[in-house]
């Protein structure tokens, strides 16, 4: 057949020149692309060029032909052969184009389907203006796209459908020519076939299969494949966890800190984390921790998420400061050696002491004491007192002189001022009780008349007698070694007194005229000496 016989022929589509190929397994299955019973016109030309062959080996067909005609006449609607998404569409060329038209590049007015899998399909020479679909419209098999006319490159009114895959235009009919599987749902009868017009029932599953599939927080839901070999819908989502794997949630803690908790794969909250938070203020606001001595001074701050008063100073050893470093609440407690700076209001440092080492019950002797004022404060006559620890601290004293110390306490009292840096000396009277026996051992404290201890670093004198037995029945009064000028270079080194009833003796006849003359001499020298008894 020429093709001006032809009644209807598509001029200008290109022919595929391709070897002939089998469908893919997973091609699209097409139904026919109209309603009407017209069967094909002019098939696809499978030979490439050289005289035409269709899929049949016949000559159903023109050279070069690169689609399928059905002659149907103007306005014959136009239906989707699959159901696929709208790629794209054309408008505006008249209903009767002739051969060698261009309008739509040869096409006319066209709609073109894609598929999923790639195929898409072509339906050419529409009527003008009847074109019912947009781009990315999604139509179902069957869906009507428009009405059939001769626009474009055409010599009468027919459809031309075209088939293509990846751009190659394809032959949807299997034949000894063309492919080996059809990619009709039923391609009907040679010569001129009618395909079905039944659309492709796709086979989801088989039926009574059960499927399970994940959902939200570690879920799982399922669907049953029913009769018609589709899947019915999915039931509720169950077994879910309270949270979504990897997230994390986040909480307040006491007033400053926040915490946190992670979701594990499971879809369960781990634990929390540890409450923590930033300090307030940056830390600088200042606050009192409660705490003695220096550990009292804090900032505050944010701990474990709770706001909290925490110390600045950590307790440290004591120096002589009227400072409670060790935080004890007790200042300069264990008489620490170390001078602080600013030095304390009142500090005494023992540079030398004498008494007797060996007293008969009874028997009565003086001590003496150098201290030097390395406080800040003048000592004032009758303000700083000697006394005896073990009285003060509400224990009875088993060396004192009732006789001549000022009170059951006091053993002496300062009888002159003394300034920041000087030094005094201190005289006492001692007498074992009557009935004492063994060692004495004793410790002489400086305090304040207000009852204020000296701390540090040295203002104690510690006394040891032994007591040799009872008292002698001449004068009572035996000597120590003699009281110093109160002066740093005082220096006697021998610090044991008499001992016995024949050296209690020998002392008393020297004691009258070498202790007054002393006390007569230390008062010219140097005016700062306490004495124990009675003052006028």
């Not at 070897?19 to 499978?46: M, T």
């Not at 003496?368 to 700083?384: Q, R």
């Not at 004192?400 to 002496?412: I, L, N, R």
Request: proline share 5%; with cysteine.
């Amino acid at each position: 057949m020429s093709r001006l016989a032809a009644a209807f022929v598509i001029g200008a589509l290109s022919a595929s020149t391709l070897a002939l190929v089998s469908l893919p397994a997973h091609a699209v299955k097409f139904r026919r692309p109209y309603n009407s019973g017209q069967g094909v016109n002019y098939g696809f030309d499978n030979n490439g060029g050289g005289g035409c062959t269709d899929f049949h080996c016949g000559g159903v067909c023109y050279d070069g032909h690169s689609g399928t005609d059905f002659p149907l006449p103007l306005g014959t609607p136009v239906v989707a052969a699959a159901s696929g998404t709208i790629g794209a569409t054309n408008n505006g060329c008249a209903n009767y184009g002739g051969l060698g038209n261009t309008c739509g590049g040869r096409c006319g007015n066209y709609v073109r389907i894609d598929y999923s899998d790639g195929t898409s399909t072509l339906y050419c020479h529409m009527q003008l203006n009847s074109i019912a679909v947009g781009v990315g419209q999604h139509v179902g098999c069957g869906d009507y796209l428009g009405n059939s006319a001769s626009s474009g490159n055409s010599s009468g009114p027919h459809l031309h459908f075209g088939v293509r895959v990846g751009g190659a235009n394809r032959d949807p009919f299997a034949g000894g020519c063309s492919q080996g599987t059809s990619w009709w749902v039923d391609q009907g009868s040679y010569p001129h076939n009618v395909p079905s017009s039944q659309c492709e029932v796709v086979c989801q599953c088989s039926p009574g299969q059960v499927q399970h599939e994940g959902c939200g927080n570690c879920g799982t839901h399922q669907r049953t494949c029913g009769g018609n070999c589709h899947w019915g819908g999915w039931s509720d989502c169950v077994g879910q966890g309270p949270c979504a794997a990897g997230s994390v949630d986040t909480r307040a803690c006491c007033d400053c800190g926040t915490q946190s908790r992670s979701c594990g794969g499971n879809c369960q909250w781990g634990d929390w984390g540890g409450c923590q938070g930033s300090d307030p203020n940056g830390g600088n606001d200042v606050c009192d921790t409660q705490e003695p001595g220096i550990c009292g001074e804090g900032r505050v701050r944010c701990r474990d998420g709770c706001t909290k008063c925490v110390r600045i100073h950590e307790p440290r050893a004591e120096r002589c400061d009227d400072v409670d470093e060790d935080c004890d609440g007790t200042v300069d407690n264990g008489f620490p050696a170390e001078m602080g700076d600013p030095r304390p209001q009142y500090a005494a440092r023992l540079l030398d002491a004498s008494s007797p080492q060996t007293l008969a019950a009874g028997q009565s002797a003086q001590a003496w004491a150098v201290f030097l004022n390395e406080g800040t404060a003048t000592w004032k006559k009758g303000d700083i007192w000697l006394a005896s620890a073990e009285t003060w601290e509400g224990r009875p004293s088993h060396l004192a002189d009732m006789e001549k110390w000022p009170s059951f306490q006091v053993a002496s009292v300062l009888d002159d001022n003394v300034l920041p840096g000087e030094q005094t000396t201190f005289v006492w009277s001692l007498r074992p009780a009557t009935d004492a026996e063994g060692t004495l051992a004793e410790r002489f404290q400086l305090t304040t008349a207000q009852g204020t201890i000296l701390r540090c670093p040295s203002p104690n004198v510690e006394v040891k007698i032994r007591v040799s037995g009872a008292a002698a029945t001449s004068p009572s009064d035996a000597p120590a070694e003699q009281a110093p000028e109160t002066q740093s270079d005082s220096g006697c080194g021998c610090r044991t007194a008499g001992g016995g009833r024949a050296s209690a003796l020998l002392a008393w006849s020297l004691l009258a005229g070498l202790v007054a003359s002393s006390r007569l001499r230390r008062r010219r020298s140097h005016p700062s000496v306490a004495r124990s008894g009675p003052r006028a």
